[in-house]
């Protein structure tokens, strides 16, 4: 899963659910889109990847 560097609340969610943060993507929004983008009033600029990894399958 990708998304900005967002508050705390969201990624703690994801974390108490197994996600990782595995890379920050440093002014992704900055790079890739023509105007700012706001969430909650706060500047994206970082992108953070989340990486969830299941379980072995048992055979």
Known sequence: ???GKR???QLAFYQRH???VTAI???FFVNNYPE???DGGI???????????YP???A
């Open 1 to 3: 899963m990708e998304g």
């Open 7 to 9: 508050r705390a609340p």
């Open 18 to 20: 197994g996600f990782r």
């Open 25 to 27: 993507d440093r002014d």
């Open 36 to 38: 700012p983008i706001f």
């Open 43 to 53: 500047q994206l600029f970082d992108m953070l990847r989340l990486t969830l990894k």
């Open 56 to 58: 072995a399958a048992v």
